[in-house]
């Protein structure tokens, strides 16, 4: 053997060091030594003298470091797991299933993008966008709404608003519905809603969005209503870890979207603070809309967009697409009826072009369209008297 190889002792207490620190997260200091064991059994220098070597393999150990072969340890900020330590299995299986509902694309919707609904978006951005900009002036008494319910007829942009929110602001958004935390395992579905709120902690700032929220808390109990026990436990749940997140430091945000407000609980009712009504495009709103989307070409006639804001009240925003829809479908029609003359399949690059839209295919559309959620308008009008927020200019 030769003199200048290390000893078998001193060798194994390296390898017991270095373990030790891997396992038990003592971090190592760039300038502690750990290389003896990667020198050749001769004694000779790899020629670096512990600096760290580019064709080194980096390895990561369990502290989150990146270890290099030759021994050296580059400390790295340690990134934020996707998942809190759950208690069991169980539960982290729970939360994995959960994972699929936050949405990490883009769903590139713009506030500009939306128009109208002013109300609604300011008071969206107040309760989300500016405690993260500006989080010494949300304290105390003023600390950020937990809660904001948008209501009103079908249509009308209550999940445009929280696509919105998921693309403007920078928080983890968890979009939930029924079939995401009902369960028909017995006391499954309470564990997910646990869970969804323990995910949306740990992810904070952070938003959940409850669609359809009906669904999953109308009344409870009451006169003639039979009410199974598990559909219980899932509502006082939701109702429990609503009420806790008064109680920690972390910015998380319920928004919750419903077109029967009247059939909410009324414990959720004071857990959702701000109650939004988003109603009927008003007549700038719907000008904004057609402009949008049947725009005037140059060289075309004119569209009448006076005569179709004039015509459209009542109309939710999802009718004003249907009803662009169908204009825009009158020049496709009669470029088809010619096609449907011709026996053979005429060539890509032979097909005729599709003609402007005509002011008599306006007339046409809004002779075949009517809207749908005009008859109800009454009913959320009575629901904001009652329990509605508004911003006072």
């Known amino acids: 053997m030769a003199t200048d190889e290390p000893s078998q002792t001193r ?39 512990g600096d760290v070597n580019n064709n080194s393999s980096p390895v990561t150990n369990q502290d989150g470091n990146t270890a290099l072969a030759n021994g050296n340890v580059i400390r790295e900020k340690p990134k934020k797991s996707m998942f809190p330590p759950f208690e069991s299995a169980e539960t982290r299986t729970l939360a994995e299933s959960l994972s699929r509902d936050i949405i990490r694309g ?6 500009e993008s939306i128009k109208g609904l002013e109300n609604a978006k300011k008071l969206l951005k107040e309760a989300v966008v500016m405690p993260i900009k500006y989080p010494t002036y949300f304290n105390g008494l003023l600390t950020p709404w937990k809660g904001i319910l948008l ?48 995910l949306a902690r740990h992810h904070a700032p952070s938003t959940i969005f409850l669609d359809e929220i009906d669904a999953i808390i109308s009344q409870r109990g009451g006169e003639g209503r039979s009410e199974h026990e598990a559909s219980r436990r899932l509502k006082t749940e939701l109702l429990i870890q609503m009420d806790g997140l008064q109680k920690t430091n972390e910015l998380v945000f319920v928004l919750a979207a419903t077109n029967l407000p009247w059939e909410l609980d009324a414990a959720m009712l004071r857990r959702l603070e701000k109650r939004i009504l988003v109603p009927l495009p ?3 709103a719907r000008r904004g809309m057609f402009e949008m989307l049947i725009p005037s070409q140059p060289g075309d006639e004119p569209l009448p967009h006076d005569v179709l804001v004039e015509k459209s009240e009542g109309y939710s925003g999802s009718d004003i697409r249907i009803l662009c829809k169908e204009a825009a479908m009158q020049p496709l029609r009669r470029t088809l009826a010619i096609l449907e003359d011709r026996e053979d399949v005429v060539p890509e690059d032979e097909l005729p072009k599709i003609g402007p839209i005509l002011p008599e295919d306006i007339d046409r559309a809004l002779s075949n369209t009517r809207p749908s959620a005009h008859l109800h308008a009454h009913l959320y009008d ?6 509605g927020s508004q911003i006072l200019k």
């Open 11 to 49: 060798w194994s207490f390296l390898e017991f060091k270095t373990f030790y620190d891997a396992k038990f997260g003592r971090k190592k200091l760039p300038e502690e030594d750990v290389s003896n064991k990667d020198q050749p059994e001769d004694g000779s220098s790899n020629g670096n003298n």
């Open 106 to 111: 883009n769903p590139n919707i713009k506030w």
């Open 151 to 198: 209501f009103g007829p079908p249509g009308t942009g209550k999940t445009m608003l929280a696509k919105a929110v998921a693309t403007e602001c920078n928080t983890t958004f968890f979009n939930i519905s029924a079939s995401s935390v009902v369960s028909k395992w017995r006391g499954d579905s309470e564990k997910l809603i646990r869970v969804l709120f323990d």
């Open 282 to 284: 008003d007549p700038e």
């Open 382 to 387: 009575k629901f904001n008297d009652d329990y």
